[in-house]
């Protein structure tokens, strides 16, 4: 089992900065892909980034270029710096993480913490 704990998130005004990271414990050793998905009221889950071990990633289109995904593999940590905020980056940001087992994966999420963008 894997356990995702995020921090960060918050209220900011359009073209604000902020950032949020993510701790997991537990068995952290089979861990592959870290990263970020959000939710907006009313909308899918989508794709933020995603970072594998050996520094692979995979954005969401509508973030490129304004966020960056870093990863610390020593301290089972993923960030997300998110920059140029806009209106419609306002979600529930979910830490995401994919573990790997005999036969598959095993997809982990955090609880969730809240990004509201003002105008």
């Known amino acids: 089992q894997v356990q995702l704990v995020e921090s960060g998130g918050g209220l900011v005004q359009a073209g604000g900065s902020l950032s949020l990271s993510c701790v997991a414990s537990g068995s952290t050793s089979s861990i592959n892909a870290m990263g970020w998905y959000r939710q907006a009221p009313g909308k899918q889950r989508e794709l933020v980034a995603v970072?594998?071990?050996?520094?692979?990633?995979n954005h969401g289109d509508s973030v490129k270029g304004r966020f960056t995904i870093s990863r610390d593999n020593a301290k089972n940590t993923v960030y997300l710096q998110m920059n140029s905020l806009r209106l419609e980056d306002t979600a529930v940001y979910y830490c995401?993480?994919?573990?790997?087992?005999?036969?598959?994966?095993?997809?982990?999420w955090g609880q969730g913490t809240q990004v509201t963008v003002s105008s």
């Open positions: 995401y993480a994919q573990r790997e087992r005999d036969l598959g994966y095993d997809d982990y």
């Open positions: 970072i594998r071990r050996g520094g692979y990633i």
